[in-house]
């Protein structure tokens, strides 16, 4: 019987029962919040642990029909990764609610620096180049497909951000995408 969870069984953990993308993303996500949170004081600790399980919810273990995938994140890391984890009572809430509400889908408001700052490094990671590799890779093997969903992602995403750096990365970022996406209509000669 596990009596404490350390931060590598975390990692380890996420690597068992996710998928191979789950570990970079975590960490291009606790990478893009040292870039834009550099003025908002918070938790690296809570932040780190977030990163890694805000998709768990998402894993085939763990997936549930009609949960929502952040809500499923948040009952797992509530059952299951808490009770063996040495946080105080504060950090755990604020663990809880970074997860719940990372998803650019959620449009409820934040309480902490941490959720936001989480949720905002997760809506960077669906623009740019990186966004657009994740959606092809992804699949299925249809551009068509793929780029709709790229366009539907970015344009839910668009406009949302709070913070100035992570506004500042957005804006690189869709302009990167929009070079991208006239390549690719040019390439495609207008057929996708």
Request: charged letters at 30%; hydrophobic letters at 40%; aromatic letters at 8%.
């Amino acid at each position: 019987m596990v009596t404490q969870l350390t931060f590598d069984d975390i990692i380890q953990m996420t690597l068992e029962v996710g998928e191979d993308w789950a570990v970079a993303h975590a960490e291009r996500l606790i990478r893009l919040v040292e870039q834009i949170g550099t003025d908002l004081p918070h938790d690296s600790d809570v932040i780190e642990l977030a990163a890694y399980m805000h998709d768990w919810g998402a894993f085939p273990q763990y997936i549930r029909k009609d949960v929502e995938h952040a809500i499923r994140s948040r009952q797992v890391a509530e059952s299951d990764i808490l009770p063996y984890l040495d946080l105080t009572p504060s950090q755990k809430d604020i663990l809880l609610e970074a997860i719940e509400l990372h998803d650019y889908r959620d449009t409820r408001s934040v309480q902490s620096n941490e959720a936001l700052l989480l949720r905002e490094a997760d809506m960077l990671e669906f623009l740019g180049m990186m966004g657009m590799a994740r959606e092809f890779a992804r699949g299925p093997k249809n551009v068509e497909t793929c780029y709709k969903r790229i366009l539907s992602r970015r344009d839910g995403i668009q406009g949302r951000f709070i913070l100035p750096r992570a506004q500042e990365i957005a804006r690189i970022r869709l302009e990167r995408m929009q070079t991208s996406f006239q390549w690719l209509d040019e390439e495609s000669f207008g057929i996708l």
